[in-house]
């Protein structure tokens, strides 16, 4: 076993660097002179001038500052929304009774194989022709469903035990107050968890932002960053596009140093891009 | 607060594929009136419905059919909450992310309209509760740090806080270990006195039962089998099924006959009896009902004794007995008089009980011994099967 | 009513649903049949098959469907095959490992297109800078290419990279939950009875972790088949032009983006789409209950 030990330590070593080399060059080439970095024809590793110009030409001469204000707004109702609508159907499913339950419950989970691309055709006429397009409306509705959450959701809620909903009963509390009071906070980690992803999926989110809207005051970050690579600066201001890389990358690389567990374990319950 | 329940009935759908299965009947027309300030429990052994009958008062499940009353009120079609009863769960049901008051507390928060609390009232009002069961210092803590019997306190404390009508206790004993439950039945009798709540639990474990209880109910198959004191459901078993189910070690069971005013177990005539036609009979003795007695009336063949100090069992195999052993319990200080090969013992009439075999039925006739100057001196049992083999001939 | 209280709760989700999922659904089968539709006058001459065959002769298809299935059959198995390794040599560490699998996750809270963008600033090749690949290469001895704008090769290879980095994070975190779920009884058990390690590896470790391994194919042949932003972050929006579309671009280049405005075409290719990864889904799922291993 032992004298394999430096290769293993190798091959970590050489993925490591793959991973973080786009990182590393992202927020060199964000500190370099504009002047400095063309003048490169052979690029250099390491810049002894940084400088953050870059950073402001990308807060002025584009309205970064706008696209991350509509991407924060986006990614707050849509999450909340999600969160809150997932965990009422979850609520019903998991422990209400009503006619036809396990019916819906199944056609639920056939839902979960529908890829959004499929669907998206549609909603780009519905949301046309409600004339929602470049509205926060628009960009927000069609995000808010997942399915997979909801049934993420009702597992965990399913777990909870028959005999605490029947305490609370007892105790003379409504299903409304049992839900908020009692199974949101035991089942506190998967709510977390699914709202992790859908922040991360919504800051992300590019396709339906994209089709929805072609006015720049409602660019999100992603548009923004495609916006900026077409025509913002001309092509050949690299430094102040990677200034601007670095700028919408930070959020959820800070969200994710924070909360570095969950999130992974989140992945790990169930969770995939997208 | 006294509990009437009237024709009380509760089936189940069959459960499975959808097959002709009848329904399930769990609770099958029980009435009875838990009078006020007593504590009644439930007994049987699993699945004979005295859950569903605890579940039905407590509200959770709606009866199939019948009342019942809080007083003179029905609150057959009230839910739960509205029923003011307080419950302890099995497994306590505690809410794992409150702390020991706050889950004390949760009730309190939820009475409305004109019940509502001030901050103050709930805080005294939870302080009380805690006094009660003996937890205020351990208010601030997480279930998850509490011992079993301290949860099931907590438990107890959250039935109790917003002074229910009535209490309801599942199997309340059955999470602890033997030590504490002793600690926690008698726990359970002081708080139930001291607040006077018409109490009803359930339980599987006759011990807990008979220890505690004002009355007991004893069910099977959903179906009541006697309802009355502790002891008089010992020293009066209503049929069979009560009789072999109350009592440890559980009583002996033979089959034999009446003939001749006799009582006869396979060859052996064992007591008299009066008031009862000749029939074949089943015949319930309780362990302590024997006589050690040297050619005793009952003829068993010895297969060992165990002594556990305080007194001895005898096991020992009759043809007639319809399990294979013979359990019978005496004074050690029969010891010195055991011997090998031959158990012969006399009967005690009180603790021998007469069942219809198939029904299982009590008859109740009376039974004497069949000779009232017998003793268990030798010289005497000496006399007596010389009398016998005189009467045989 | 209280037997309705359910549906209450139920009510927003459903209508969530119903509207932008359920509806569309339906639609968009519907979409796909009706011939010549026109956004701009919401009507249409004929009921047929005329959209697939369209779509199915479209050069742009063709090469957006080669692009796609050469994605799926390079990307899936390196990356299944490179995370398996890492995640296998990541237990044989103790030191630094929960540093390695932070860093090794950091790909997946990126935002697609900005670090397609430092990637494509890595490999282009422009006039004034030969890109930092390129340099390498002629290090190395190489010959720089452009993989940005230049041969097909070059292009392809660039997006199978980034791909492969984009979806690596995740499959590295789920075999290594898995290889960590894996009862170390079974290993000493082996070792007792003197098997080699990559034996243990071969026969007991990979079965027991085959459930995951397999989950982790079927996802990467369904995200890979769904490509289409780390396609625009390297390559623009232009992509049929630059010869490297996916099947969901040209979807979504039919609906709205240049020479846009068919929905019925789009209708037409997503359904086709939708139908190639069902199948390929169903394949996989067939093979996997025949090799998987469940404990």
Redesign the interface.
């Known amino acids: 076993?032992k004298k394999?030990?430096p290769i293993?330590?190798f091959?970590?070593i050489m993925?490591?660097i793959?991973?973080?080399f786009?990182?590393y060059?992202?927020v060199l080439?964000s500190v370099k002179e504009y002047a400095a970095?063309?003048a490169?024809?052979?690029?250099t590793l390491f810049t002894t001038s940084p400088t953050i110009e870059n950073y402001i030409y990308a807060f002025t001469e584009v309205d970064l500052g706008r696209y991350i204000w509509n991407t924060l707004i986006f990614t707050v109702i849509t999450t909340a929304l999600m969160v809150?609508?997932?965990i009422?159907?979850a609520?019903?499913?998991a422990r209400?009774?009503?006619?036809g339950?396990s019916l819906?419950f199944t056609g639920f989970l056939a839902?979960m194989?529908?890829?959004t691309?499929?669907?998206?055709?549609?909603?780009?006429?519905?949301i046309?022709e409600l004339d929602l397009r470049n509205t926060f409306l628009g960009l927000i509705?069609?995000s808010?469903?997942s399915?997979f959450y909801?049934y993420l959701l009702r597992e965990n809620f399913a777990q909870i035990?028959d005999?605490?909903y029947?305490?609370?009963?007892?105790?003379?509390?409504?299903?409304w107050?049992f839900l908020w009071?009692?199974m949101v906070?035991?089942c506190?980690p998967t709510v977390v968890t699914i709202t992790i992803l859908k922040v991360?999926e919504c800051?992300?989110s590019?396709?339906w932002p994209?089709?929805i809207t072609d006015d720049p005051k409602y660019y999100l970050?992603?548009n923004g960053?495609?916006q900026i690579?077409?025509s913002g600066f001309g092509r050949?201001n690299?430094p102040a596009?990677?200034a601007?890389?670095v700028v919408?990358?930070v959020p959820?690389?800070v969200?994710?140093?924070i909360y570095?567990k969950q999130?992974?374990s989140g992945?790990?319950r169930g969770g995939?891009?997208? | 607060m006294k509990i009437g329940l009237d024709h009380l009935t509760k089936s189940f759908p069959a459960n499975g594929r959808k097959s002709k299965g009848k329904d399930v009947i769990a609770v099958d027309d029980f009435t009875f009136t838990i009078p006020d300030g007593k504590l009644v429990g439930l007994l049987g052994p699993s699945g004979c419905g005295k859950s569903t009958t605890l579940n039905m008062i407590s509200g959770l499940l709606k009866p199939t059919s019948g009342k019942i009353y809080f007083g003179e009120h029905d609150v057959t079609d009230l839910p739960p909450e509205e029923r003011g009863v307080g419950m302890v769960f099995q497994n306590y049901a505690l809410y794992p992310h409150m702390t020991v008051e706050q889950n004390i507390r949760f009730p309190l928060e939820n009475l409305k309209g004109k019940d509502k609390l001030s901050d103050e009232e709930m805080k005294k009002r939870v302080e009380e509760a805690a006094r009660l069961v003996k937890i205020d210092e351990l208010l601030d803590r997480k279930p998850g740090e509490l011992s079993g019997g301290q949860q099931q306190r907590v438990a107890i404390a959250r039935a109790l806080v917003k002074l229910p009508r009535v209490l309801l206790l599942d199997e309340p004993l059955s999470n602890l270990d033997a030590r504490l439950r002793l600690q926690t039945r008698e726990e359970i009798r002081r708080i139930q006195q001291e607040t006077g709540i018409t109490t009803v639990f359930v339980t599987h474990d006759q011990d807990e039962a008979m220890s505690i209880s004002d009355l007991i109910v004893v069910m099977k198959e959903g179906k009541v089998q006697q309802i009355d004191s502790p002891q008089k459901v010992y020293d009066d078993p209503a049929n069979a099924f009560v009789a072999q189910f109350l009592g440890i070690p559980p009583i002996n069971m033979f089959d034999g006959r009446i003939q001749d005013g006799k009582l006869w177990i396979g060859p052996d005539a064992v007591l008299a009896v009066e008031g009862l036609p000749d029939q074949q009979v089943a015949i319930g003795i309780r362990p302590e009902g024997f006589i050690l007695a040297h050619d005793g009336h009952l003829k068993n063949k010895m297969v060992r004794t165990e002594v556990s100090g305080r007194d001895i069992s005898i096991l020992s195999t009759n043809p007639a007995s319809r399990s294979p052993q013979v359990r019978s319990i005496l004074s050690s200080d029969d010891l010195p008089f055991i011997k090998e090969g031959q158990a012969d013992f006399d009967l005690k009439p009180r603790k021998v009980f007469l069942f219809e075999p198939e029904s299982g039925k009590r008859l109740r006739g009376t039974l004497k011994p069949l000779d009232q100057t017998h003793t268990s001196s030798p010289e005497e049992v000496i006399e007596v099967e010389l009398l016998e083999q005189a009467e045989n001939r | 009513m209280k037997k309705y209280k359910g549906f209450l709760y139920l009510l927003p989700a459903l209508a969530f649903l119903a509207v932008f999922l359920i509806y569309p659904l339906i639609d968009v089968f519907i979409y796909s049949f009706e011939e010549g539709y026109s956004s701009a006058s919401q009507s249409y001459f004929g009921i047929g098959w005329y959209n697939y065959d369209y779509v199915l002769h479209d050069p742009y298809f063709t090469q957006a469907l080669v692009n796609t299935v050469l994605l799926v059959v390079i990307t899936v198995p390196l990356s299944t095959g490179f995370s398996l390794a890492i995640a296998f040599l990541l237990t044989r560490i103790e030191k630094l490992r929960s540093l390695f699998q932070t860093i090794y996750f950091l790909p997946y809270v990126t935002n697609t297109l900005a670090v397609g963008m430092v990637f494509m600033v890595l490999f282009k090749q422009t006039p004034y800078s030969e890109g930092v690949v390129n340099t390498l290469i002629s290090w190395c001895g190489g010959e720089p290419v452009d993989f940005i704008e230049g041969p097909y090769w070059a292009k392809m290879f660039v997006l199978c990279f980034y791909t492969i980095w984009i979806v690596m994070p995740f499959k590295i975190l789920i075999l290594t939950s898995a290889l960590a779920s894996v009862n170390p009884m079974y290993y000493a058990a082996a070792k007792v009875d003197g098997t080699s390690s990559w034996r243990i590896f071969r026969k007991i470790t990979l079965p027991l972790i085959s459930p995951s391994v397999f989950y982790l194919v079927i996802t990467g042949f369904i995200g890979a088949f769904k490509a289409y932003s780390d396609a625009v972050a390297l390559f623009g929006t232009n992509l049929n032009a630059n010869g490297m579309n996916t099947m969901v671009g040209y979807v979504f280049d039919m609906l709205y983006r240049d020479g846009g405005g068919y929905p019925s075409y789009a209708s037409a290719a997503a359904i086709l789409l939708f139908a190639i990864v069902l199948t390929i889904t169903v394949i996989n799922l067939m093979v996997s209950k025949k090799y998987t291993h469940y404990s």
């Open positions: 076993m394999y030990k293993t330590w091959f970590l993925w490591a793959a991973v973080l786009p990182f060059w992202m080439t970095y063309n490169e024809y052979i690029p809150f609508v997932s009422l159907a609520f019903a499913f209400l009774d009503f006619p339950k819906i839902l194989m529908i890829p691309e499929l669907v998206m055709i549609t909603n780009f006429q519905t046309t509705l069609p808010v469903t399915v909801i035990p005999s605490l029947y305490a609370a009963k007892i105790d003379g509390s409504s299903d107050k009071r009692v906070p035991m506190r991360i800051w992300n590019y396709i994209s089709l970050v992603s960053i495609q690579r077409e050949a690299i596009m990677m601007a890389v919408i990358s959820l690389i969200l994710f140093l570095r999130i992974m992945v790990v995939t891009k997208g």
